[in-house]
């Protein structure tokens, strides 16, 4: 019984040190999720505007563009992969990996090849572990991203897009990641940046709406090729920031799970011990009281 006892104990001192780690792991996610938040606030106006001139722009230039037209057959896709540099944030980088899998199926069974872009320690760790060849990654600062890495990335996507596809480059790019949606809710996201999806303008205009006049100077062509940098640059960044808003979300919601999972054992582990502590006094004074009355008997028979 004491050695229960001792076993008891030991798990009890267990829980409550796990429960004083992802407490501290709850409070820094917590810490760091309104200054993210705040970072998206920030960037998602602008990418908004970029991307609604942009659009703009394509739509209403009527001229082909590399970047804006759809070409005739696409034989290679890319898929740019945003997960975590660290774990112990629930389903946050494996709800990404799922839909870059069915991404994968879907685009296969197009008929085109698959060309990956890894951003994050898990999605490079998930590929190596399947022994899956990715032609760049990027790993550290998820959590807080910077803009150089968001360019990095984008001159990586474009030049590669500039390219021919036989010679190794891709016809269309799409990025996967976790949008951040609330504390609650985080939704993995699945956009095709290249060629141009004209994001605005999916609802027909009213008819009171005016478009407005655009003058291009020196010519078209050249405002598309000083614009179309700028909004994957601002649309990948805006993705980095979605991400780690939503990485700390997830790792904030883990680790209070965690941390009620562990106060739970710490309970059921104490109710555990106090009965095995009843039960070995139960039986000590079992022991007394039968010692007792064994030296009254043989003190009445001398």
Same mark, same amino acid.
């Given at each position: 019984?004491?050695?229960?006892?001792?076993?008891?104990?030991?798990?009890?001192?267990?829980? *409550?040190?796990?429960?004083?780690? @992802?407490?501290?792991? /709850?409070?820094?996610? #917590?810490?760091? =999720?309104?200054? +993210?938040?705040?970072?998206?606030?920030?960037?998602?106006?602008?990418?908004?505007?970029?991307?609604?001139?942009?659009?703009?722009?394509?739509?209403?230039?009527?001229?082909?563009?590399?970047?804006?037209?759809?070409?005739?057959?696409?034989?290679?896709?890319?898929?740019?992969?945003?997960?975590?540099?660290?774990?112990?944030?629930?389903?946050?980088?494996?709800?990404?990996?799922?839909?870059?899998?069915?991404?994968?199926?879907?685009?296969?069974?197009?008929?085109?090849?698959?060309?990956?872009?890894?951003?994050?320690?898990?999605?490079?760790?998930?590929?190596?572990?399947?022994?899956?060849?990715?032609? *760049?990654?990027?790993?550290?600062? @998820?959590?807080?991203? /910077?803009?150089?890495? #968001?360019?990095? =990335?984008?001159? +990586?996507?474009?030049?590669?897009?500039?390219?021919?596809?036989?010679?190794?480059?891709?016809?269309?790019?799409?990025?996967?990641?976790?949008?951040?949606?609330?504390?609650?809710?985080?939704?993995?996201?699945?956009?095709?940046?290249?060629?141009?999806?004209?994001?605005?303008?999916?609802?027909?205009?009213?008819?009171?709406?005016?478009?407005?006049?655009?003058?291009?100077?020196?010519?078209?062509?050249?405002?598309?090729?000083?614009?179309?940098?700028?909004?994957?640059?601002?649309?990948?960044?805006?993705?980095?920031?979605?991400?780690?808003?939503?990485?700390?979300?997830?790792?904030?919601?883990?680790?209070?799970?965690?941390?009620?999972?562990?106060?739970?054992?710490?309970?059921?582990?104490?109710?555990?011990?106090?009965? +095995?502590?009843?039960?070995?006094?139960?039986?000590?004074?079992?022991?007394?009281?039968?010692?007792?009355?064994?030296?009254?008997?043989?003190?009445?028979?001398?």
């Amino acid at each position: 019984m004491g050695a229960q006892l001792r076993v008891y104990r030991q798990k009890i001192k267990s829980a *409550q040190t796990t429960k004083k780690i @992802t407490r501290a792991m /709850e409070l820094i996610s #917590a810490s760091r =999720i309104y200054k +993210a938040q705040q970072r998206v606030a920030a960037s998602t106006p602008y990418s908004r505007a970029v991307t609604r001139a942009v659009s703009a722009v394509a739509t209403y230039s009527n001229i082909d563009h590399p970047l804006t037209t759809e070409p005739e057959t696409i034989d290679r896709a890319a898929i740019v992969i945003f997960t975590s540099d660290r774990g112990l944030a629930g389903a946050f980088s494996s709800n990404v990996l799922k839909e870059v899998e069915q991404l994968t199926t879907l685009l296969k069974s197009q008929g085109k090849d698959v060309v990956y872009y890894l951003v994050g320690r898990k999605a490079v760790g998930y590929f190596n572990f399947r022994r899956r060849i990715a032609r *760049q990654q990027w790993i550290g600062g @998820t959590d807080l991203p /910077e803009f150089d890495t #968001a360019k990095a =990335i984008a001159d +990586a996507v474009l030049a590669d897009f500039n390219t021919e596809a036989k010679e190794g480059g891709v016809d269309e790019i799409h990025m996967v990641y976790n949008r951040f949606v609330s504390m609650i809710a985080q939704v993995p996201e699945v956009v095709r940046l290249l060629p141009l999806e004209v994001v605005e303008g999916i609802e027909p205009p009213s008819k009171s709406e005016v478009f407005p006049l655009y003058e291009f100077e020196p010519d078209v062509n050249k405002v598309l090729d000083a614009l179309l940098p700028v909004y994957i640059e601002s649309r990948i960044f805006n993705a980095m920031l979605q991400s780690a808003a939503s990485e700390h979300a997830a790792r904030q919601k883990a680790m209070k799970s965690a941390t009620d999972n562990a106060q739970k054992l710490i309970l059921n582990y104490t109710q555990l011990s106090n009965q +095995a502590r009843q039960s070995e006094i139960t039986q000590q004074i079992s022991e007394i009281v039968g010692g007792a009355d064994a030296l009254s008997t043989k003190g009445d028979e001398d």
